[in-house]
Structure formats: structure tokens, C-alpha cells
């Protein structure tokens, strides 16, 4: 019998080697779980990455640039400040070496691998997104020549040899989606990238407006050229058809926005005063921002007591009240604030939401109103103040379509219509919010910026606050008191400059080379970036 088993035991070893492969690594291979993909395929994950950075890390720049504040006193990041032995405020740096980093690497060598230079266009340009990104929240960041080696520690790069890196990779990225030889393929993107749908010429715009970001955030420099930023905007978004958004489904927690009610991450934030002012009339003197109604959310008031029809809402019934910075929003009356929801309790799965607080919204990463702001600046600093005003209207003309585009409309309160032509047209006709070319100030300017970008450019608004110092000349009312008397976390006195590095891989495993740049002390944050500096 056991011989009987032995016979059968090799004739089956021998009819497995001559019949079902012919290499034994065969064996180790699952059809369904390929150990390699098309480049392509990871373009989708790593987009995500892009939106998961900002987001997480723009609940903390929005308490930095006054858009949203905590519900109470006290929060360390409403007074600048930074919680220490921990990730918060390191999401941007996790994502750009972590969830986006090597992925992207790989993407790229595939992709040049396969002369499919519209993959590798891209890859270089998110790549450098995710510099410009990191290093406007960080400042000094990771040497890149150092990533992704056998080193277990790495040395940092100054600010200036980053924001180089990024024109490097943005004019390569260029030139290879401009190649017209190789297997460039629209089609094999479409579907995988969720920005463009692998549109070259859109993520070609898209580099020139990250190139009008980099350049125009060095305005105290010498070097700086007014021309070459109006020059890129010019190549950049031609229309809101242009903008550059990352979708979700918000079926699942794991799908959803993470600003919307099924994710929860908001539930203790208020719209803060100063955005209210910037658009109830007090900063442009009476003129009622018919976006108001639209993007911030209303308290009880009049608007509840007598609302509007829904045939014919006003949105000048309606009681905005915002939370100024370190303080307990009223919990109850006409005063109470509610949350960015427009709630005033914590959210359940099937809260609808408003504007880009909402589950399934298209989170912008770049918007066609941004680059005409950028426009308007450029234009203004050169001296040329009719081509500042007429970029300047058509960012909030463009600013108030995409508000169009992400208003909830409702029939109960708060009762929310889309913005007519004809309350567009009045708002842009008045002299305070859209003056003679003469009478055009960069204070108008950069807060018409500042409410376009409320809700996702946290990021881009911080680096004006800091291009600019906080200065209340530009942004009229803001609070800047200095941070004294131990209110403000660790900063002797100074406003805030910079996101720490992420705790769990430079403070535990980096320090040595963190200390270099004083990464170690207490006011890190507050040390001035190089791009800001004059």
C-alpha cells in the first residue's frame, strides 16, 4: 500500500512539472493581486493623498487665518500654537513622503518605462504640488535626493532649493506632456485620473498656475517679476471649466469629503467674525456679499422668525453671526453660531450639509477665481491698475458662479436660492466692492481673494497672511493681537510662520537632523519662511 501511495505521489509531481508550468515561480503569482499595474491605475489613490493632506492639515491653517475657530475658549491652535507629541498639523508632511511619495516615484519610472510621458508629465507635477504644498506649510523640508534610499535618517533642504525643485518639475512636467512621440493615451486616463480625466492640456494649465503660486508668493523679493506671474496666469485656468477638483462619492465615511457631516470632523468649528465682516457690509461698507447666504450659515434671528418665502428669499433677514478668535460661541438666542453645517448640534450621516461642507462635494485644489486674483496682485504691484481691476472682477464673478455650482438650494430655513444674474450685477456695480480702476487698493484685492478661497485655500491664504505679515492694513480688522501674556502657545510674542514637521517620524526618529534647523525649540513655528522674507 505505501508503495502504492509513493507511485502516486510522483506521477502526480510529474504530470504538475510537464503540464502546469514551466517556471516554479508561477506558483507565487495570483492573477487577481498583480504585483505589477499600470502606472496609471495609481494615479486615482494618489490624487486622494492630495485632498487628505490639505484637508486634515486646513482645519489648523483655517484657525491660523481666521475662517473657522473652536467653539470654546482656550483651543492651542485658535491661539497659534501647536499640540505637542503629536500628528496634528502633519498630515501635508505624511501624505508628501508617505501616502503620495514613493507611489509617485513608482508611477513615474513605470510610466518613463513605458514612453507614456502623459503619465510622466503628471507625476511630475503633482510631484511638485506636493513640494509647494509642503514646503508652504513646513518650510524647510526633506532632502529629495536623500528619499527613498537605505538611509534611516535624512537632512533638510532650504526653503529656497524647494520652491526651485518645484519650477524644475513644473517645466519638465510641461515639456513631457507636450511630446508628441511615445503611446500617450487620453483614453487609457480617463476614469483613472479624477481631476482632468486625463486631459493634458487642462493639467498643462494646471502647472502654470502652480508656477504663478510659486512665483507670486516671492513679491518681497528682488528678483521678483510681476510680467512672468501674469505670464503664467495668462497660460493657466482659462475658465471654471479649468479648476482643478478631487471628487468623492460620500457613500461610506471612506468615500466622503472629509469635511462633510458623515466624516464629523467639524463638529466644534464656527465661522469666525472676520469673515462675517468681510462680507456683511462692515469691510466693504454696505455692500451685503450675496454670497453670504450661500456659504456661511445663518444663526436664529429674523431670518427664523420671520423668514423669507421660498419664492422670494432675503438674504437680508437672515443673522450672521461669526466667533471671534478665543472665545465661547453663544449657545443659545439670536446669537448662537452654528456649526459649518448649519447645524447647531453634531451632525448625523444624512445632514445635508452647505457649500463644501457637504459628503459628496468636489474638493478644489486650484480654481479658475484664484488664478485671476494672482492676476490682479501681479498686475497691481507692476503699476498697471486696469489690468489689476478688470482680473479682479472676474475673479469674483468667477468666485460667485463656483458658489453657484456648490449651493445646497432649500425651501426651509435657512430658505437658499442659487445668486441671480441680476444680485451678481448689483453686487459688482458697487463702488465699494468694485471701484475705478484709480481707486483700486491691493487690500480689495486680497480679502475679494481671501472670501473666494473660504472653505479650501486655507493653504494659499496663510501664505498671503504671511507675504503680506498680517498686515490689517491688507486684511482690514483682522485680529492680530500680538500673542502675550502666555495666551499664545510658545510664541514669545510672534505671530505664527510654520507648521512643525510631523511629530512621529522627525521628532522621533529625525531629531539630530531637525535640530540643525532648530526644529527642536519651542518657537519653531514662528520662525519666518524664506519666501515671505524681503
Known sequence: MKNFIKKIMVAGMVILSATACEDITDLNVNPS?????????????????????????????????????????GNVWDQQ???????????????????????????????????????????????????????????????????????????????????????????????DMERTDGVSSQTALAGKDQIYNGDKAKWIKFAYGLLARNANNQINKAAYNPDQVIEYCNKSLASGADDALIRFDGVIADNANFYGPLRGNLTNYRQTDFIVRAMNGTIFTGAIDPRIGRILAPSVGASETAPASAANPDPSKYTFNGNPINTTAATSGTARIPNLWGTFVAPTPTTTGRYLFRNNVSF????????????????????????????????????????????????????????????????????????????????????????????????????????????????????????????????????????????????????EALKKIGGDLNDYHTVEMWFSKN
Request: hydrophobic share 40%.
Open 33 to 73: 493581486f498583480p504585483t505589477e499595474v499600470s502606472p496609471s491605475n495609481l494615479l486615482a489613490p494618489i490624487q486622494q493623498q492630495m485632498a487628505r493632506g490639505l484637508q486634515w492639515d486646513s482645519r489648523f491653517i483655517g484657525q491660523y487665518v481666521q475662517y473657522q475657530s473652536w467653539s470654546t475658549r
Open 364 to 511: 478644489p485644489i486650484m480654481t479658475y477665481a484664484e488664478i485671476q486674483f494672482i492676476k490682479a496682485e501681479a498686475a497691481f504691484i507692476k503699476g498697471d491698475k486696469a489690468m489689476a481691476l478688470e482680473a479682479y472682477r472676474k475673479g469674483i464673478d468667477a468666485s460667485i458662479d463656483f458658489v453657484n455650482k456648490n449651493t445646497v438650494v432649500s425651501t426651509t430655513f435657512p430658505i437658499t436660492t442659487l445668486i441671480t444674474p441680476a444680485e451678481k450685477s448689483a453686487f459688482l456695480s458697487k463702488p465699494a466692492v468694485v471701484p475705478a480702476a484709480a481707486d483700486l487698493t491691493i487690500s480689495k484685492i486680497m480679502l475679494q481673494k481671501y472670501i473666494a478661497l473660504f472653505g479650501f485655500g486655507a493653504m494659499e491664504t496663510w501664505c498671503d497672511f504671511r507675504k503680506y505679515k498680517y498686515d490689517p492694513a491688507v486684511y482690514t480688522t483682522l485680529n492680530t493681537t500680538p500673542p502675550i501674556d502666555g495666551l499664545f502657545i510658545d510664541n514669545n510674542g510672534k505671530l505664527v510662520q510654520r507648521l512643525r514637521p510631523r511629530y512621529n517620524s522627525e521628532y522621533v526618529w529625525n531629531l
Open 81 to 175: 500654537g501647536y499640540v505637542r507629541n503629536s500628528d496634528a498639523g502633519g498630515e501635508i508632511w505624511r501624505s508628501a513622503y508617505f501616502g503620495i511619495g514613493l507611489n509617485l516615484v513608482n508611477m513615474q519610472t513605470a510610466a518613463e518605462e513605458e514612453q507614456r510621458y502623459d503619465v510622466v508629465g503628471i507625476s511630475k507635477v503633482i510631484g511638485a504640488w506636493s513640494w509647494q504644498t509642503t514646503t508652504d506649510a513646513s518650510g524647510d523640508i526633506l532632502d529629495f535626493d536623500q528619499l527613498y534610499t537605505k538611509r534611516l535618517t535624512f537632512d533638510y533642504i532650504p526653503q529656497e532649493r524647494a520652491y526651485e525643485e518645484v519650477v524644475r518639475l513644473l517645466k519638465e512636467g510641461i515639456a
